[in-house]
């Protein structure tokens, strides 16, 4: 049984940086799509940036290109966000799947954390 605890969040001022981390208990060698999503108030789940770990292919949305940066190792995924930005507020979730072939799908991924808030002002 695959658990993710998000951390990391944070209230920071708008240019300042943030890391975020998601620990996955009972690490599972098959979970190979993990993605970062986020959600700011009124608005719906949105993807921000994922990773296929057996090729390391990275996307990210356009909206966090240059800014963020997704990693995966030791059994966590991170999320380095540089250059943040008030648009950025939102709760941010970690997703974790075998495999999913949209990575922006939020509806394939079966593993998500609990979320951990960002705030930018």
């Known amino acids: 049984h695959v658990q993710l605890v998000e951390s990391g969040g944070g209230s920071v001022q708008a240019g300042g940086s943030l890391t975020l981390s998601c620990s996955l208990a009972?690490?599972?060698?098959?979970?190979?799509?993990m993605a970062w999503f986020r959600r700011a108030p009124e608005k719906q789940r949105e993807a921000v940036a994922s990773?296929?770990?057996?090729?390391?292919d990275i996307h990210y949305a356009d909206s966090v290109k240059g800014r963020f940066t997704i990693s995966q190792g030791n059994a966590k995924l991170n999320l380095q966000m540089n250059d943040l930005k008030p648009e950025d507020t939102a709760t941010y979730y970690c997703?974790?799947?075998?495999?999913?072939?949209?990575?922006?799908?939020?509806?394939?991924?079966?593993?998500w954390g609990p979320g951990t808030q960002v705030t930018v002002s």
């Open positions: 997703a974790v799947d075998r495999f999913v072939g949209r990575w922006v799908d939020e509806t394939l991924y079966r593993h």
């Open positions: 009972a690490w599972n060698d098959g979970i190979y799509s």
């Open positions: 990773i296929y770990t057996p090729t390391g």
